[in-house]
């Protein structure tokens, strides 16, 4: 479910129930969270119908009880859960925010070549065009390591990421599991998980891995990871080459198989090229992105948190465990 904010305009598709809470009685807020609470969710399932795809109807969704209190503790807990999605919601602005300026310092520097001082750096032919002089042409596997060799453990449970944990439009790796067995794709803190099945690598999942505890520590998850690490390159470079169009689109042309099971093919990227920066342009622009990679995470781990908060509060407001005072009302 969600809410509708006060300046959205929006057409309903099928199959989705417009609620609306009556002025004078029920805030809105409330009816969002009420909804989404244990006992809510609890009256929603009681009363859907269907085999293979369950569904409520109207006239089942009128008899849902929900928890009620006088429309201003109503309201109090409405702004006190509402908080906690504000906060949420800026830090994912943030995260946003954040990677959209390392994609941009990424594309000035190496793609268009407009890095610091580079006026005072003379141009020459190559087999990729005019590059800035010093700089090397060189294949990807020449600086990125694909699918590196990890040895990981079969015993013990470790950190497991499916394909579902990584984001479409962010290098964020979410809701990690925890599984015995080594069968997949083995990474640590600084390598590039890339898609390499349809739809996901059209898709944009692409994930950068800093979750882990220590630089040692290995993780494993779906087979369909093309793993990349940095051999001459560093790690924010390669996950924002991993990000280009050029590299994704040399990816999905090579892609091979039965229609929607498409896979790529590693040695595609045996004949890209690329303009190899000098070490000195490297580091100096890791040291300005890699703070901002270490903030998102941090910003995930803050939103981690918010959202486990609220989860607690909720049930607690609803069932009155948490005293909502006429004071604190009123004020």
């Known amino acids: 479910m969600a809410i509708i904010r006060d300046s959205e305009k929006i057409a309903l598709a099928q199959r ?44 089942e969704l009128r008899k849902v009880r929900l928890p009620m209190f006088a429309l201003p503790i109503q309201q109090r807990i409405g702004r006190i859960l509402s908080a906690y999605d504000e ?27 407009r890095f610091p001082r580079n006026e005072k750096i003379q141009r020459v032919t190559s087999s990729i065009g005019n ?8 294949c990807v596997p020449e600086c990125v390591s694909i699918n590196p060799r990890v040895v990981i453990p079969r015993d013990g449970e470790k950190p497991f990421v499916p394909m579902g944990c990584l984001a479409n439009d962010s290098m964020l790796i979410t809701d990690i599991e925890c599984r015995a ?24 999942k692409t994930g950068f891995v800093q979750f882990l505890s220590d ?12 793993v990349l690490r940095s051999n001459t390159l560093t790690p924010e470079f390669v996950y924002l080459l991993a990000r280009s169009e050029a590299f994704r689109g040399v990816a999905i042309k ?8 498409q896979r790529v093919q590693e040695r595609c990227f045996d004949d890209f090229k690329i303009a190899h920066p000098p070490r000195a342009l490297l580091d100096r622009f890791s ?45």
Not at 90 to 106: A, F, G, H, W
Not at 183 to 204: H, M, V, W, Y
Not at 301 to 317: C, F, K, S
């Open 215 to 226: 630089a040692q520590s290995v993780a494993f998850g779906s087979t369909e990871f093309i």
């Open 254 to 261: 090579s892609m091979t198989g039965a229609s929607g099971r």
């Open 87 to 113: 906060l949420m919601q800026i830090n994912r602005q943030r995260i946003r925010i954040l990677e959209d300026m390392s994609k941009t310092l990424y594309r000035e520097w190496f793609i268009e070549f």
């Open 16 to 59: 989705i129930i417009l609620l609306r809470a009556k002025p004078g009685k029920v805030d809105p807020l409330f009816l969002f969270y009420a909804l989404q609470s244990e006992f809510g969710q609890g009256e929603l399932q009681a009363r859907a119908t269907g085999t293979t795809v369950s569904g409520i109807k109207q006239s």
């Open 287 to 331: 040291a300005i992105v890699a703070p901002s990679f270490r903030m998102i995470q941090r910003l995930h781990l803050q939103i981690q948190n918010l959202r486990r908060t609220r989860d607690l509060l909720l049930p607690r407001l609803l069932s009155g465990q948490v005293e909502i005072k006429t004071e604190e009302v009123r004020a």
């Open 131 to 138: 590059i800035p002089k010093g700089w090397e042409v060189k």
């Open 181 to 204: 067995g080594n069968s997949g794709a083995k990474f640590q803190n600084g390598d590039t998980l890339f898609a390499r099945i349809t739809p996901c690598l059209e898709n944009g």
